[in-house]
């Protein structure tokens, strides 16, 4: 039987000495008792004290400049971890900005709890214009996935715990709580407030699939002449690494893993179709979905990207992510961890195989990608000006000696290119733009992969892409973080040769010596014109385990427009078409 936390003592003014506490104690009882041991995120106003309370009763409290980069940190340290990762922020201005990381959370699936401070009900609710005031639970509910706000002292237990239920449990998401001033600063008795604070049991159950389902996508699979395993970072998340790679190797099948599931298995995998990604997406014929969503990064599996006979096999534990952009001829509803392992149960030896003739396909395909690539890259190891390739082949080499480093990757180019360059060998080692594909989550993704793991961080940032985040330098410097930020500086937003009409610079130019940057707040910086000074600062700042980063000089020329997306652009004018006279 569990116990309740110790009651705070409190001297009462006019009043003998009592057992009192108050909501900002509660909150963090109500959170030791369920196991939070990190929370993320920017003091004020009117949530000072709890930070501080929090720390000293044993939470380690991780202070950011920008309460959106906190709130990023809190949803991968939910992805890494499986358990919500805890951000706090302050009322009005400062929830907004965490608000941004929490519907990006949500979007990817990743538990995380916002706690954030507000102001007084009474005068918001006839909007008198209180200090900061928003409605922050209705402004957060359309975002997230579930929204509560605890209007006494004594719910602050049940409203935790609920909140912690929530955003783990099924389809893991973000929940916003919102705990005005005077619920932080309610005294109440704290013997009747440690009775109300509950221990979470199994917060996220297993849920699995009736035996006729798994049998029939199985029996599905053992028809296919063209099978594949697509995994995304849900399979990652799910930590179900030894039934996916026993299912995938006891039955031979080609696998391709989109970037956050790339470690699942190792990227160099004789079973990998990653190099050979456009033909196996389009003549495949029967699909098992891992955690992986028919969304725009998959095409929504339509021609000409899949072929229009694809039958696809879905393993999502929301019923509702079902058939919304496919038919899905064999739906597997619950967690992948155990539906995983229910197909590795259920498949009979030699009932699964992979025809040869779908295996020479591939294997030719990946050869021929393979060589032009390598062509590619050895053509930019000697070019002048560095080049993306360049870059990214020298920091390649260096990760291989170093295959538990986490890789957090953002830009367009930056992104592309690296995506491709960069292999991973350990499962939930790359965290990225994930599926809303934003800018801005770099430097709150690296710091909370090196808290929660205490394992050094790469982080390869376009330099663009860093300007979001890039004051987190700091924080990563104020605590020690073993964090390398690898910038591929092309002085641009996708390139940096990008031509004004005007006196003032192109609206996508830039310009900064970002390793003087670093050296301001204490760490080591760096600058790199070519691939074998990329690489020896790379090895010297890994070896070191302190915050550095590396400012490598690419070829303004170097670079596409939007990335790979240069089709999501409208399609109008030429923008850089002077107005006739």
Same mark, same amino acid.
């Given at each position: 039987m569990t116990t309740a936390p110790a009651p705070h003592t409190q001297q009462t003014s006019g009043r003998a000495p009592g057992q009192l506490t108050d909501g900002n104690h509660l909150v963090v009882d109500a959170l030791l008792r369920? *196991?939070?041991? %990190?929370?993320y995120g920017v003091v004020g106003i009117p949530v000072t004290d709890l930070a501080r309370i929090a720390q000293a009763s044993g939470i380690r409290f991780i202070g950011f400049r920008h309460e959106s980069d906190a709130g990023h940190a809190a949803a991968a340290a939910g992805f890494l971890t499986g358990k919500p990762?805890?951000?706090?922020?302050? /009322?009005?201005?400062?929830?907004?900005?965490g608000l941004v990381a929490l519907a990006n959370a949500t979007t990817n699936c990743f538990p995380v709890v916002q706690i954030s401070g507000s102001s007084e009900r009474g005068i918001i609710d006839l909007r008198r214009g209180d200090y900061e005031e928003i409605d922050q639970l209705a402004t957060a509910r359309p975002l997230v996935k579930a929204a509560y706000r605890i209007d006494r002292a004594e719910d602050i237990g049940r409203g935790l715990a609920r909140a912690i239920r929530t955003a783990v449990s099924g389809r893991p998401g973000g929940v916003y709580l919102d705990l005005p001033t005077a619920v932080l600063g309610e005294v109440i008795d704290a013997r009747k407030a440690a009775e109300s604070l509950p221990r979470i049991v199994d917060p996220a159950p297993r849920q699995l699939p009736p035996v006729s389902a798994v049998d029939r996508a199985i029996d599905l699979l053992a028809g296919a002449e063209r099978p594949l395993v697509v995994l995304g970072k849900g399979a990652a998340y799910a930590q179900a690494d030894d039934a996916i790679r026993e299912f995938v190797e006891r039955n031979g099948l080609p696998f391709l893993p989109m970037s956050m599931a790339k470690g699942l298995l190792p990227d160099d995998h004789p079973q990998s179709v990653a190099t050979a990604r456009s033909l196996a997406l389009r003549e495949a014929d029967v699909v098992l979905l891992v955690g992986a969503r028919l969304n725009w990064l998959l095409g929504h599996g339509e021609p000409p990207q899949w072929s229009p006979d694809a039958q696809f096999i879905q393993i999502d534990i929301d019923p509702t992510e079902l058939d919304g952009n496919q038919p899905i001829a064999a739906p597997l509803v619950g967690d992948a961890a155990s539906v995983m392992e229910l197909l590795v149960e259920r498949t009979k030896p030699g009932q699964i195989t992979v025809p040869q003739a779908w295996r020479t396909q591939l294997a030719a395909r990946s050869a021929q990608n393979v060589t032009t690539m390598s062509g590619r890259i050895e053509a930019a190891g000697t070019a002048h000006p560095m080049k993306f390739l360049g870059a990214l082949q020298a920091i390649r080499e260096v990760l291989r000696d170093h295959p538990r480093a986490y890789v957090v990757n953002e830009g367009?180019?930056?992104? *592309?290119?690296?995506?491709?360059?960069? *292999?991973m060998q350990v499962p939930r080692h790359r965290l990225d733009c994930g599926t809303w594909g934003i800018m801005g989550i770099g430097m709150g993704y690296a710091i909370a992969a090196a808290v929660e793991t205490g394992d050094p961080v790469v982080a390869v940032e376009g330099d663009s892409a860093f300007g979001f985040s890039g004051m987190e330098l700091e924080t990563a410097c104020r605590y020690g973080l073993p964090i390398v930020t690898v910038i591929l500086n092309n002085s641009g937003v996708y390139r940096g040769d990008d031509v004004s009409t005007t006196s003032d610079p192109a609206p996508t130019a830039l310009r900064a010596r970002y390793h003087l940057m670093i050296d301001a707040f204490g760490?080591?910086?760096y600058r790199a %014109?070519?691939?074998?000074?990329? /690489?020896?600062?790379l090895r010297e700042a890994l070896a070191s385990g302190r915050p550095a980063l590396i400012d490598c000089v690419i070829d303004p020329t170097d670079g596409t427009e939007s990335g790979h997306l240069t089709n999501l652009n409208p399609k109008g004018i030429d923008s850089t078409a002077r107005p006739a006279a």
């Open positions: 369920n *196991d939070v041991k %990190t929370m990762g805890v951000c706090l922020t302050v /009322s009005g201005p400062g929830f907004l900005n367009a180019n930056a992104l *592309d290119i690296a995506r491709n360059v960069l *292999d760490g080591r910086g %014109t070519t691939p074998a000074e990329v /690489s020896r600062a």
